[in-house]
């Protein structure tokens, strides 16, 4: 049994989120919480498996609130914030911090009935997530040279889902500025996607953007698939572009890291890099089996490292892997395929 502690200041939000996991077999609200300092003596007294947490509260917003937590005492958060700007970059802040998985809030616009499936869901991902305690931050240190890339027609492809914000944001920190051209996929939902790349932006030494139709994969360049959409990469005479496609989601999901690597493999062929990192589900394994059957060198993340051991799992299982790393050495595995100096030639 899931026990879960919802967390926010709106009585009627508290009640419609605690109805909707009741109704599950497999998940029991334990209690529930006004505010940050509510919820605080209720971790102890309940011990709860997940939290749901609003990010607007009195007394303490829910960011603070999980950054204390995440340091003193972790546990799986759910955050829940509404659609505005303003609370999207926040809410990108508190995936950054350690939360699972950030979901839209039920309000005007929003009902919970829209989110039951995915609350359902994000809490059953939560509750078999690895969290760890988050140290204060060390200072900046600058990525490690390795030295001239060969970045000529080569491009890296990045898939992840349940933790990877953060894994994300440590590969590219730990990657020279001049990488070559570098799409990724992010599970994330619409709205979100543009506060995180610009997050990166702001902390890597790449030039990161949420992807649009037509953008030149170029080195030195790094696009993040938007919400809701999928992207593919195409080739176009001697460049490479970006597509942003709608259609039917691959996996539940849309953004697919599937639908990515598929076209990578197709458009790329050897001339691409491809990592896999925390996540659950199977999404990116067929898609990665079919760039590695195409030349490309393949990367997962090591289970001891993810958050979710899904997704690497599953490439693992389906072949799909040429190494597997943890994910400080993630950047160093990718310069060495990138360089021509792969594990075993």
Do not use: W
Request: net charge neutral.
């Amino acid at each position: 049994m899931i026990r879960v502690l919802v967390v926010d200041d709106s009585a009627l939000v508290r009640k419609l989120l605690s109805e909707t996991l009741s109704k599950e077999s497999d998940i029991e609200v334990v209690g529930t919480a006004v505010d940050p300092y509510v919820a605080r003596d209720k971790i102890v007294q309940l011990k709860p498996d997940v939290i749901t947490l609003d990010v607007e509260m009195p007394r303490m917003d829910g960011i603070s609130f999980l950054e204390k937590l995440m340091r003193h005492y972790p546990l799986p958060v759910v955050v829940l914030s509404s659609l505005t700007p303003r609370n999207s970059e926040t809410a990108v802040r508190a995936l950054a911090l350690g939360a699972v998985e950030v979901l839209a809030k039920p309000g005007s616009s929003v009902t919970v009935g829209d989110i039951g499936k995915e609350l359902v869901r994000a809490v059953r991902t939560a509750a078999r997530a690895r969290i760890h305690k988050r140290e204060a931050p060390a200072p900046d240190a600058p990525p490690v040279s390795f030295g001239p890339l060969r970045t000529t027609h080569k491009v890296l492809c990045i898939g992840a889902s349940t933790g990877g914000t953060r894994a994300i944001e440590e590969v590219l920190r730990g990657l020279p500025g001049d990488i070559p051209g570098t799409v990724i996929v992010q599970h994330m939902p619409p709205g979100f996607t543009g506060p995180f790349a610009k997050r990166l932006n702001g902390i890597c030494p790449q030039n990161v953007r949420e992807a649009q139709d037509g953008d030149i994969v170029v080195p030195g360049t790094v696009f993040v698939a938007p919400g809701d959409k999928h992207m593919l990469i195409e080739r176009d005479g001697g460049r490479y572009k970006v597509r942003i496609r709608t259609g039917p989601p691959v996996h539940h999901q849309r953004p697919a890291v599937d639908v990515l690597f598929q076209s990578a493999a197709r458009s790329v062929g050897p001339n691409a890099v491809s990592v896999i990192l925390t996540g659950m589900g199977a999404d990116g394994a067929a898609g990665m089996k079919q760039m590695r059957d195409a030349g490309a060198y393949c990367i997962a993340q090591d289970e001891d490292s993810c958050v979710v051991f899904g997704m690497p799992k599953e490439a693992i299982k389906a072949d799909a892997v040429d190494e597997i790393l943890p994910l400080n050495k993630v950047p160093e595995g990718i310069v060495r395929a990138l360089q021509g100096l792969m594990v075993g030639t």
